[in-house]
């Protein structure tokens, strides 16, 4: 099979080769591959590698199961699926054949096409695991007790896969008010018709705007989907204001910067949805954050089956294979705003 491999120095580049068709574990899915997503962290994982050092960094697919392990029993060979390869594990996604754990995969309902399929599994998650299981929001089927009132949530960088799958989970949640922040895709943001509130950074005073929208709600929770310190200096403004809260972040802070007083720091690494800690979660949470993986990927085809989740939206990238590369550059030149990045692998899907 034809797989590609990603090197970032002296500048992003890839090569195809030749290599044998994987075999699945006992408890993996061997996917034909339909489209493969792009991440940022695929340029992320690969800074300062050289071509000798390149890796297969592809972790989202949309496909056709072509074979199962010994141990798996809710899939078999032709049906339609995603999933989230584990990161930094032979056999990527960037190849004609992607090996899965079968607890990270899921079914694809009949309403959604295999490119949007691909756009889900790792931005998904992860808003899925920052909200939940750090933030601890009520998952969409508990029943809340009206008089409690509801959690106020700001969301940042809601233009992103991320923030946008963050904040449609947010309001099946029955959260609120739900403040996002964004820029060029603030059309799209709105058009998710999600968030109470939307405050453009561009236009400046972002601190301010956001209290004002909050009104007498007191924000004690933040999920920063962006994670950088134009998002979480800001953020932490917000919640030393509120008297306190919690910002959730999926990449590490700037060295040298710590929080305010009163603010504290908890981290997403999506990489535990497969039990791996990555040296960002204990092994306890990743451990829980793998039981709930399996079955939030489950739910998630539910939800995309009653059209309670929408895709987002995507942009195909040329040539296949071929293409990758410059979709990575593109991430890394934050050239990408409120779409995916995919790549047509199998023409004959």
């Not at 992320?44 to 960094?57: D, H, I, V």
């Not at 750090?134 to 007790?145: E, H, S, V």
């Not at 403004?237 to 504290?264: C, H, Q, R, Y």
């Not at 195909?316 to 979709?327: A, E």
Request: glycine share 10%; charged share 20%.
């Amino acid at each position: 099979m034809k797989e590609l491999f990603i090197y970032a120095e002296p500048k992003y580049g890839g090569v195809i080769k030749e290599t044998e068709i994987p075999k699945p574990g006992p408890k993996e899915v061997l996917i034909k591959v339909a489209f493969a997503g792009l991440n940022p962290k695929d340029w992320k994982a690969t800074r300062g590698l050289t071509e000798p050092e390149a890796f297969n960094t592809g972790d989202d697919v949309a496909g056709i199961i072509e074979a199962v392990g010994s141990e798996v029993f809710e899939f078999k060979k032709g049906d339609r699926v995603a999933g989230f390869h584990r990161m930094r594990h032979p056999h990527g996604t960037f190849a004609e054949y992607t090996v899965v754990k079968s607890s990270t995969t899921f079914h694809l309902p009949p309403n959604i096409s295999f490119e949007s399929g691909a756009a889900f599994p790792l931005a998904f998650m992860t808003a899925a695991i920052a909200l939940y299981q750090c933030l601890k929001l009520p998952i969409p089927t508990t029943l809340q007790d009206p008089a409690a009132g509801k959690t106020p949530i700001l969301i940042w960088g809601g233009a992103t896969a991320v923030g946008a799958f963050a904040l449609q989970l947010a309001k099946l949640s029955n959260v609120g008010p739900i403040i996002t922040v964004a820029g060029n895709g603030i059309d799209f943001v709105k058009s998710l018709n999600a968030a109470d509130h939307i405050i453009d950074y561009r236009e400046g005073d972002v601190v301010q705007k956001i209290i004002n929208a909050a009104g007498s709600s007191k924000i004690k929770i933040a999920f920063d989907s962006v994670s950088d310190s134009v998002s979480y200096e800001p953020i932490s403004k917000v919640l030393v204001a509120s008297g306190g809260g919690e910002i959730n972040m999926v990449d590490p802070v700037k060295p040298g910067w710590t929080f305010p007083e009163g603010v504290k720091l908890s981290r997403t690494m999506v990489g535990s949805s497969h039990g791996d800690t990555w040296g960002f979660v204990n092994e306890e949470q990743a451990k829980v954050d793998q039981e709930f993986a399996y079955w939030f990927y489950r739910y998630l085809s539910h939800l995309l089956a009653e059209g309670k989740i929408k895709p987002h939206p995507v942009e195909v990238l040329p040539d296949g294979l071929n293409g990758v590369v410059g979709g990575i550059q593109a991430l890394y030149d934050r050239k990408v705003s409120a779409k995916k990045l995919v790549a047509r692998i199998g023409n004959d899907l």
